[in-house]
């Protein structure tokens, strides 16, 4: 399986960023797990996982310092406050699902949270490409994207609750040939949105994309 990774320069996101997904889950916690948590003042330098039955708020001032994988995962509510930033090669991945019992993930594709990566890529033998630079961005980026196969397909972007923001491409692509739109937001929060782009034979490959204000 081939995976795309993008660079993560040294980010400093400037605006509060709230991931927020409606759930009926009990906030009352679960053993081992805290209801609520915050990072705050606080250097990440090894492979990490945070939990939380509620809520987690990440900063003022939290940095990935080294290139690792950083897991937060809570139910209903992730914010990211001002001077968080991570280095190139650092992955964050956000997570809004019941920490409690996380080896049942509904839909799981539509909740994760990584940057920089594309979704598992259902062209085994010779994947589809989809890319963004940059990625984060501000103010606009560039979604480029080509496929094994001649398709008719459509690219649309999406938030994490599964609403419908823009269609940014639908035609005809031949095989191999290489696309490229431009995503320009306007009147949107900061946060972490979903490209899917979809044939119709049925595939779909999503890419995570994460706007800053």
Request: glycine share 6%.
């Amino acid at each position: 399986m081939m995976k795309f990774k993008i660079p993560t320069l040294l980010l400093p996101i400037l605006a509060m960023l709230a991931l927020c997904w409606p759930s009926q889950a009990n906030a009352q916690g679960c053993p081992g797990i805290p209801v609520n948590l915050s990072l705050s003042n606080l250097n990440i330098s090894s492979a990490q996982e945070y939990k939380a039955s509620n809520a987690i708020t990440v900063g003022p001032t939290v940095s990935i310092t080294q290139a690792v994988n950083v897991d937060i995962i809570a139910t209903n509510e992730i914010t990211f406050k001002a001077n968080f930033s991570m280095v190139s090669g650092s992955t964050l991945e956000a997570r809004l699902v019941n920490p409690c019992n996380t080896s049942k993930v509904a839909d799981a594709g539509e909740q994760a949270g990584r940057t920089g990566e594309p979704e598992a890529n259902p062209w085994i033998d010779q994947p589809a490409i989809m890319q963004g630079f940059p990625n984060p961005f501000i103010g606009q980026t560039t979604l480029r994207f080509s496929l094994p196969d001649a398709e008719t397909v459509n690219l649309q972007v999406y938030n994490l609750k599964g609403e419908h923001i823009a269609t940014l491409f639908e035609g005809n692509l031949k095989a191999g040939q290489a696309a490229e739109v431009t995503f320009e937001p306007t009147d949107l929060a900061a946060g972490i949105y979903l490209a899917r782009l979809s044939t119709a034979s049925g595939k779909s490959l999503s890419y995570r994309l994460m706007l800053q204000l």
